[in-house]
């Protein structure tokens, strides 16, 4: 049997999803950011929602996944992806919409757009990328950096007096009315991605189902900023991250409605 | 029949709103304009016309769901005043790089700060010479009555979408507080969402039959960033020629002109009558659009007139784009007031005389 025997459409147990484009990625190698894109590439296809999906980039490292994801999007300034998000699906309710963020976007600049849209129960999926880091700008304190952990701006460690505490607003946005489904995954082993998967494709569906805003965090490493390598980085997440930002569900019920919350 | 209503600026504006077919409104209350968002609600567009109105968090919230929308190629509008347009910069300056077409109104209150809830003219160096970072133009229209309070939706939408482009609607809180006969425009529907990939095709309408659109502003590699600069500074020049517009106030015989936008303009005409009435021939240029400012019509005015008084709710703005039109072949005077306080006819009048008759 020759290679060319094997290779047939019916051999193929693996391919890469038409909703990756063939644009070669810019991440670092080891990053979580790249395995995340595809798979949420991955879902859309198998849900067979290219064509009503609306993503928007935030700015941070994965600024440029609209170059990597081949469906229409939408790049927002600095922290304001969800009040894009619900605006787009406000105004065409048919469409499926995300944002993609990382922690500063997220949790720092864009507080405010990612409580307030969660407040509302837009109809929308918030992924979120925590690698505790600004990884985009080289490195700088997030509001997710940890106690102790050294960056570019935190030289000696994040000093608590200073800085207070990593923040964890996954456990906030859980709180709100609005949410109803709020979860910690990571991609790092392959029983995580499949997981992480699963979790991905519920949000999709919560937003289709009209449940409410989705939060998916994915905790993450930045192996570049973090200066260590990706198995390092694994370990040392493994270790530290996940003790702060312990995996799983958070919440899993659908958004309160008006007429339950005033007993109509 | 002709609908003829007696109401404020900023509830004409918002009845326009639904009747041009817009299909969201995205906003934050501030005097003196929280009447737009006021009558929305009350009009209820979602039941008649399927129209968005939609409070937002913030100012930086609402420009953010506007450059959305319009990303979207939907027609959306905020309105603010001067501190939440402040506010609104960073989102103007996303939609005028990513070449989308909205519309925004901003009922000027004086400034700076917190300032004031009284009308003032003072954010016309904000909204004409840029206001957020970069180089960039939105369209200026300023309206001087309850009647193209309503007029400048329609027309505001027809350039916006025309050049891509952002369009301010400059307005101050005499012109969105006081009330006036309006004729309302006719009911247009809203466009169906085959009208709008068809009219705007490179929108974010969903990735059919077509490569996936991609809304952006950023461009990391110099020379892409610079083609960009250029297609806009093009874009812009094309502005200038082709839609520059004026009202012209007994200007044929004058030999003096008052420069003036918005209120002012209201203010100047008066003093206009006052003058004739000595015997001094003056007339009103009144700006409609401030970008592209009349420089052409300043100039061929400075060839036959023997002077120019820009009359302005501010320390003096716009007096420097008349000054750079007129370039020193006539005088060119100023007066204002600040802080809320409108300038009465007789005081332009008498700073006409004191400054450039003499
Ligand atoms: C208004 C504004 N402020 C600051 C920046 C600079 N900036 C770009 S990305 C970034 C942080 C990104 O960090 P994060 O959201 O955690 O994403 P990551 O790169 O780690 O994936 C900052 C501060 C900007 N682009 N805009
Ligand atoms: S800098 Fe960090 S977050 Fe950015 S691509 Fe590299 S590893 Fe990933
Ligand atoms: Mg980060």
Redesign the pocket.
Known sequence: MTKQDIIKPENLVYGKTKVLTDNIMHYCPGCSHGVIHKLIAEVIEEMGIQEKTIGIA?????VFAYNYLDIDMQEAA?GRAPALATAIKRLMPDKVVFTY?????LAA?GTAETIHACNRGENIVIFF?N?G?????GGQM?PTTLEGMKTATCPYGRNTDMYGFPLRISDLLKEIDGTCYVTRQSVHKTANIVRAKKAIRKAFQNSIDGKGTSIVEFVSH?NTNWKMTPVQSNAWMEEHMFAKYPLGDLKDTPKKRFDEINHL | MEEIKLMKGNEAFAHAAVRSGCDGYFGYPITPQSEVMETLQELKPWEETGMVVLQAESEVSAINMVYAGAACGKKVMTSSSSPGVSLKQEGISYIAAAELPCLILNVMRGGPGLGTIQPSQADYFQSVKGGGHGDYHMIVLAPSTVQEMADFVDLGYELAFKYRNPVLMLSDGVIGQMMEKVVLPPYKPRRTMEEVIAQCPWATTGKVGRPHNIITSLALESEVMEATNNRLQAKYREIEENEVRFEEYMLDDAEYVFVAFGSSARICKQAVEYARAEGIKVGVLRPITLFPFPTKKIQELATRVKGFMSIEMSAGQMVEDVRLAVNGTKPVGFYGRQGGIIPSAEEALEALKTQIIK
Do not use: E, L
């Open positions: 935030p700015v941070g490292c994965s600095h963020q990382g922690d500063g976007d600049i990328v690698n880091i600004y990884g985009m700008t997030a930045c």
